[in-house]
């Protein structure tokens, strides 16, 4: 994952988008005083809110995902331990209604 002021984003933001969006690499951007932000490409985006919503996914796919993206950033990124929880979902059999 890239990490990036604010500051250097609005000075370099097509290059910052080309890297999301050509390299396939998430943008962490920092703002004193305010919660960071992640850019992304919409591709990836759309993947990964899918992966999030849908338990009926495939998890293949999910594991895809999960491959490409550990490659990109580092694998304790809070995105990525949501989609790995998304991802072991997927692999836990159907236990029946809890009563």
Known sequence: MIHV????????????????VDGRAP?????QGHEPVVLIAQSDYATLTELLQKPSGSPES??????????????????LLEVEAAVDRHRTPYQGPAF
């Open 27 to 31: 943008v962490l951007v920092t703002r």
């Open 62 to 79: 999910a594991e895809a995902f999960l491959r490409r993206m550990r490659t990109i950033g580092p694998t304790d990124d809070e995105a």
């Open 5 to 20: 002021s604010f500051t250097d984003l609005r000075k370099r933001l097509a290059h910052f988008m080309d890297r999301a």
